[in-house]
């Protein structure tokens, strides 16, 4: 099982950039698929995530408008749009794949937001 994040990187405040997670070793859209967010000194905590068929997602709620996360079921991949970056969000972001019985994590990338 792989998870492997890519697409992270120093960023301007009011930037953008799009994470992208590629997954294999396991029925990747038989599973939810999550970002998480870790800050130097603070828990991780959720970003987004967005059920197995793409149906459905789901945003913390003071990323609501900046961020969109989507998959792509035919490519094994689930990606993280974030705009409009603040030094705020700078973390090592993490995908997380997941189900019922099963969950799965990236080694995560880096994101700095910063002048």
């Known amino acids: 099982v792989q998870l492997v994040e890519s697409g992270g990187g120093l960023v301007q405040p009011g930037g953008s950039l799009r994470l992208s997670c590629a997954a294999s070793g396991f029925p990747f859209r038989s599973y939810g698929m999550s970002w998480y967010r870790q800050a130097p000194g603070k828990e991780r905590e959720l970003v987004a995530s967005?059920?197995?068929?793409?149906?459905?997602?789901n945003y913390a709620d003071s990323l609501k408008g900046r961020f969109t996360i989507s998959r792509d079921n035919a490519k094994n991949t689930v990606y993280l749009q974030m705009n409009s970056l603040k030094p705020e969000d700078t973390a090592v972001y993490y995908c997380?794949?997941?189900?019922?019985?099963?969950?799965?994590w990236g080694q995560g990338t880096q994101v700095t937001v910063s002048s």
């Open positions: 967005i059920t197995s068929t793409g149906g459905r997602t």
């Open positions: 997380r794949a997941h189900t019922s019985f099963y969950e799965y």
